[in-house]
C-alpha cells in the first residue's frame, strides 16, 4: 500500500488550446491540492507520431509549462518535469516488456484506431514505439506508484492494461525467497492481540471473499506503529494470498466536462486551425468565433436555425448558464436572435476565463529561467522517487548482483 499519488502527462507537440483546458488541465489544478501531484512533458512519447519532424517537440515543450503554469499549476504543490529526464522510465519500459504478452498490446483499442487513421494520412505507426505506447505509457505511472491517473476517455484503457501489468509484475516478482516465514514472523510483530485479529480477517477475506474483512485488516496494518515498510508490506501482500505488493495498481480518473469542440464542431486540435489557444488575446477570440461557422440554414437573418447543428451551441454548453441556452435554443429556432447576437456571450465567457491565464504567462514569458529551474527541481524529485521504485524493480528481478 501506497500513499494517493497523481500523474499525468501531455505530448508536446503544440500549443496548448481550450481543449487542453478543459479536457485535462483544468482538472489538474483541482487536483493538486487534493493529492500530491505530478505531471510531465511526455517527450518521448511525442516521437511516436513526431519521429520524422521532432522539431515542434522542442519547440513547444517549455511553451507547454508556461501554458500549465499560467493555467493556475502551482509548482509548489505540483511537481513537473520532462520524461526523457528520467531515464528510469527507459529502463522501466524495458523491464516490463519481457512479460508484456504481446496480444495484451495488440488488443489496446488506441492500437488499430490510430493505426487505420494514420495510414489515411499516409503516415506509417507500423513501429515498435507505438504498439509500446501505453507499455512505456506503464512506466510512466508505475515508477511513480500513482494510483490516480486524470486522462480523456480515450485513455481509459491505457491505464487497465497498467493495471494488469502491475499485477503480472506483483505475481511473478513479489514472492521474496521465504516470503511465507518472513510473513508469519511479521504477523508476531502485531502483538497477540493484533495477530489473531488479523489471521481471522485474513481468513474470511481468502475463504469467504469478504472485502469489508480486508479493509479491516488493511487499517489493522496502516495503524500499527513501530513496523519497517518491508514488513508492512508484507502484511499488505499477505492477506491477499500474494507476495509483496512491489508496483501499486492504478487507477483512471475521468474529467466529467461536457467535451469543448473546436471551431469546426470536430475536435480542437492546433492542426486542424479550429483552436482557440490558451494565450490568445481578446481581438483573437473575437475574431475566431465572429467568423465561425453557424447553422447553414440560416442563411438570412430571418431564416430560422437548429442549435444542435452548430458547433457554437457546443460552446454555449460549455459556458453558457441555463437561462442563455434557452435563449439561445428559443432565439435561434425562431430566428429572434441573430447569430452574431449568439455569439457574444460565448465571446464575453472565454475572454474572461484567459485573461487571468495570460496575465500569469507574462511573468513567465518575461524570464525563462523562471520555468527552468521549475523544470529542474522538479525532474530531481521525480528522479529520486523513480530510483526509489527502481530499485526495488531490480531487486524483485533478481538484477542487484554484488
Ligand atoms: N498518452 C497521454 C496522452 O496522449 C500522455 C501520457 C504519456 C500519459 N504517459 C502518460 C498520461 C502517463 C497519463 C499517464 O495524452
Ligand atoms: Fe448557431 Fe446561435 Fe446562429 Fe443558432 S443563432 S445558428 S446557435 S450561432
Same mark, same amino acid.
Given at each position: 500500500? $501506497?500513499?494517493?499519488?497523481?500523474?499525468?502527462?501531455?505530448?508536446?507537440?503544440?500549443?496548448?488550446?481550450?481543449?487542453?483546458?478543459?479536457?485535462?488541465?483544468?482538472?489538474?489544478?483541482?487536483?493538486?491540492?487534493?493529492?500530491?501531484?505530478?505531471?510531465?512533458?511526455?517527450?518521448?512519447?511525442?516521437? !511516436?507520431?513526431?519521429? &520524422?519532424?521532432?522539431?515542434?517537440?522542442?519547440?513547444?515543450?517549455?511553451?507547454? $509549462?508556461?501554458?500549465?503554469?499560467?493555467?493556475?499549476?502551482?509548482?509548489?504543490?505540483?511537481?513537473?518535469?520532462?520524461?526523457?529526464?528520467?531515464?528510469?522510465?527507459? &529502463?522501466?519500459?524495458?523491464?516490463?516488456?519481457?512479460?508484456?504478452?504481446?496480444?495484451?498490446? &495488440?488488443?489496446?483499442?488506441?492500437?488499430?484506431?490510430?493505426?487505420?487513421?494514420?495510414?489515411?494520412?499516409?503516415?506509417?505507426?507500423?513501429?515498435?514505439?507505438?504498439?509500446?505506447?501505453?507499455?512505456?505509457?506503464?512506466?510512466?505511472?508505475?515508477?511513480?506508484?500513482?494510483?490516480?491517473?486524470?486522462?480523456?476517455?480515450?485513455?481509459?484503457?491505457?491505464? &487497465?492494461?497498467?493495471?494488469?501489468?502491475?499485477?503480472?509484475?506483483?505475481?511473478?516478482?513479489?514472492?521474496?525467497?521465504?516470503?511465507?516465514?518472513?510473513?508469519?514472523?511479521?504477523?508476531?510483530?502485531?502483538?497477540?492481540?493484533?495477530?489473531?485479529?488479523?489471521?481471522?480477517?485474513?481468513?474470511? $477475506?481468502?475463504?469467504?471473499?469478504?472485502?469489508?474483512?480486508?479493509?479491516?485488516?488493511?487499517?489493522?496494518?496502516?495503524?500499527?506503529?513501530?513496523?519497517?515498510?518491508?514488513?508492512?508490506?508484507?502484511?499488505?501482500? $499477505?492477506?491477499?494470498?500474494?507476495?509483496?505488493?512491489?508496483l501499486s495498481e492504478p487507477e483512471a480518473l475521468l474529467t466529467?466536462?461536457?467535451?469543448?469542440?473546436?471551431?469546426?464542431?470536430?475536435?480542437?486540435?492546433?492542426?486542424?486551425?479550429?483552436?482557440?489557444?490558451?494565450r490568445d488575446t481578446p481581438e483573437h477570440v473575437t475574431k475566431?468565433?465572429? !467568423?465561425?461557422?453557424?447553422?447553414?440554414?440560416?442563411?438570412?437573418?430571418?431564416?430560422?436555425?437548429?442549435?444542435?447543428?452548430?458547433?457554437?451551441?457546443?460552446?454555449?454548453?460549455?459556458?453558457?448558464?441555463?437561462?442563455?441556452?434557452?435563449?439561445?435554443?428559443?432565439?435561434?429556432?425562431?430566428?429572434?436572435?441573430?447569430?452574431?447576437?449568439?455569439?457574444?456571450?460565448?465571446?464575453?465567457?472565454?475572454?474572461?476565463?484567459?485573461?487571468?491565464?495570460?496575465?500569469?504567462?507574462?511573468?513567465?514569458?518575461?524570464?525563462?529561467?523562471?520555468?527552468?529551474?521549475?523544470?529542474?527541481?522538479?525532474?530531481?524529485?521525480?528522479?529520486?522517487?523513480?530510483?526509489?521504485?527502481?530499485?526495488?524493480?531490480?531487486?524483485?528481478?533478481?538484477?542487484?548482483?554484488?
Open positions: 500500500m $501506497f500513499e494517493d499519488r497523481v500523474l499525468s502527462g501531455m505530448r508536446p507537440t503544440g500549443a496548448m488550446h481550450l481543449g487542453h483546458y478543459h479536457g485535462a488541465l483544468k482538472n489538474w489544478v483541482s487536483l493538486q491540492n487534493e493529492y500530491p501531484c505530478f505531471f510531465f512533458a511526455a517527450d518521448w512519447h511525442a516521437l !511516436t507520431s513526431h519521429y &520524422e519532424d521532432p522539431s515542434v517537440i522542442e519547440a513547444t515543450v517549455w511553451d507547454m $509549462f508556461i501554458d500549465w503554469l499560467a493555467a493556475g499549476i502551482d509548482p509548489s504543490k505540483a511537481t513537473l518535469f520532462i520524461q526523457s529526464r528520467i531515464p528510469q522510465h527507459a &529502463e522501466l519500459t524495458l523491464l516490463l516488456s519481457f512479460f508484456t504478452p504481446l496480444a495484451w498490446l &495488440e488488443r489496446v483499442p488506441t492500437y488499430k484506431d490510430q493505426m487505420e487513421k494514420h495510414a489515411e494520412h499516409g503516415r506509417d505507426l507500423l513501429t515498435y514505439g507505438f504498439l509500446g505506447y501505453p507499455l512505456m505509457q506503464g512506466a510512466d505511472i508505475l515508477i511513480y506508484r500513482a494510483n490516480k491517473v486524470p486522462v480523456g476517455e480515450d485513455q481509459v484503457a491505457h491505464v &487497465e492494461l497498467v493495471r494488469e501489468i502491475a499485477r503480472r509484475f506483483n505475481h511473478l516478482f513479489g514472492r521474496e525467497k521465504g516470503f511465507e516465514e518472513k510473513a508469519e514472523a511479521a504477523v508476531k510483530k502485531l502483538g497477540p492481540k493484533k495477530a489473531k485479529l488479523y489471521r481471522t480477517l485474513r481468513t474470511r $477475506f481468502q475463504e469467504q471473499g469478504d472485502a469489508a474483512a480486508l479493509e479491516q485488516a488493511r487499517a489493522l496494518v496502516t495503524d500499527t506503529q513501530n513496523l519497517s515498510l518491508g514488513d508492512q508490506e508484507r502484511l499488505y501482500g $499477505f492477506l491477499e494470498g500474494g507476495g509483496r505488493m512491489i466529467s466536462t461536457p467535451k469543448l469542440l473546436g471551431l469546426d464542431g470536430e475536435k480542437m486540435s492546433k492542426s486542424q486551425d479550429n483552436a482557440i489557444l490558451l475566431k468565433i465572429r !467568423t465561425m461557422q453557424t447553422d447553414p440554414a440560416r442563411v438570412r437573418r430571418s431564416d430560422p436555425g437548429e442549435p444542435t447543428k452548430c458547433p457554437v451551441w457546443n460552446l454555449h454548453q460549455v459556458y453558457s448558464d441555463a437561462n442563455t441556452q434557452d435563449w439561445v435554443l428559443q432565439g435561434c429556432r425562431t430566428a429572434g436572435i441573430g447569430c452574431l447576437e449568439c455569439k457574444q456571450p460565448v465571446i464575453d465567457a472565454i475572454n474572461a476565463e484567459i485573461k487571468p491565464i495570460r496575465e500569469r504567462a507574462t511573468q513567465y514569458e518575461e524570464d525563462p529561467t523562471l520555468v527552468r529551474n521549475i523544470i529542474q527541481d522538479g525532474c530531481e524529485k521525480a528522479s529520486d522517487l523513480a530510483d526509489e521504485t527502481m530499485r526495488d524493480v531490480r531487486e524483485a528481478m533478481g538484477l542487484n548482483y554484488n
